[in-house]
């Protein structure tokens, strides 16, 4: 399914949240990245049918996002913070939520659906039992429950361990391969590691929309590696954007973010795209 944005604007009283947002969003895991408050869960939650927009265009395929009950129906969405009863077990969630949709689901099903989000051990532990990383596998079977052609997580990585991201980023990839799928996050790893193609967003406006390799591309030329006296540390940072700094022994390693080379002995590094995103954050 394909999720056309086209002008989009959503404000806040006198604030503008969400400028002119021309995306399309198709089959596979797409990222959403930006600072806070760049407008990550405004968006969503619009695409989630939750909030009005102010004005532009939202299909999917040939619905409108006005068309609350069609959209909702192939949607799943899951929010940036939620919590379950503490005293359901996994299974008892699952179940509640499918009832909660009209999806009866029968033993065998609950328990394939845990499995997909690798929680079929746990089907009989208690939600106040389960760890953060747990809470949101569990909160993903929830969203898919109604098998829906879309899915909305918004931060499924936020605070999680390295395990778990992985963990998650792989139930994503499953379910990439036949739905659409858009996740918000703040650390660029998971977008490397996940996503094919992402939109940046920084302050209500898209800075970036497209495949991952073509946005480090972008910062070719713009990152530099200098090593300089301890003492100037201070100097390079108050000049520059300073995106790393390691110390050795007496000196510093600097990786440095300019369109000019910040001193005759800086010399130009491959970027990352951690870097490529700073650049457009920081709109060096
Ligand atoms: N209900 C609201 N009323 C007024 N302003 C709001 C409302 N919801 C969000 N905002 C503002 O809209 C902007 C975007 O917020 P949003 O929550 O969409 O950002 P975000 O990218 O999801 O940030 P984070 O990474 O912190 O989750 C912020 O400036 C926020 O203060
Ligand atoms: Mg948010």
Redesign the pocket.
């Known amino acids: 399914m394909n999720i056309e944005v086209k002008g989009l604007r959503k404000d806040?009283?006198d604030?503008r949240?969400l400028d002119d947002i021309n995306i399309n969003i198709d089959k596979g895991v797409h990222g959403l990245l930006?600072?806070?408050?760049?407008?990550?869960?405004?968006?969503m939650r619009i695409l989630s049918t939750l909030i009005p927009k102010t004005s532009g265009e939202v299909y999917f395929d040939e619905i409108n996002v006005e068309n609350k009950k069609e959209i909702r129906k192939i949607i799943g969405y899951l929010p940036?913070e939620f919590s379950f009863y503490p005293n359901f077990t996994v299974y008892e969630i699952l179940d509640y939520f499918a009832a909660l949709s009209n999806k009866k689901l029968s033993r065998s099903e609950i328990l394939s659906k845990l499995e997909e989000v690798h929680l079929q051990e746990l089907s009989k532990v208690k939600t106040k039992a389960l760890s953060g990383g747990m809470k949101r596998r569990l909160g993903i079977a929830v969203a898919m429950v109604g098998r829906p052609e879309v899915l909305i997580v918004?931060?499924p990585t936020a605070g999680l361990d390295p395990e778990e991201r992985i963990k998650i980023r792989n139930v994503f990839s499953e379910i990439g391969k036949d739905k659409t799928v858009l996740l918000?996050t703040?650390i660029v790893e998971d977008i490397v590691l996940s996503c094919s193609n992402l939109v940046v967003?920084n302050k209500?406006k898209v800075v970036y929309d497209g495949a991952v390799g073509n946005m480090i591309k972008q910062a070719k030329g713009s990152v530099w590696g200098v090593k300089i006296d301890i003492d100037k540390i201070e100097e390079y940072n108050r000049n520059f954007t300073v995106l790393s700094t390691v110390f050795e022994e007496d000196k510093a390693s600097l990786r440095i973010l300019s369109k000019e080379q910040p001193s005759s002995s800086a010399e130009v590094v491959p970027p990352t795209l951690e870097d490529a995103y700073m650049k457009l954050i920081r709109e060096v």
């Open positions: 806040y009283d604030k949240v930006g600072p806070n408050g760049a407008g990550k869960t405004t968006l940036q918004d931060e918000s703040h967003l209500g």
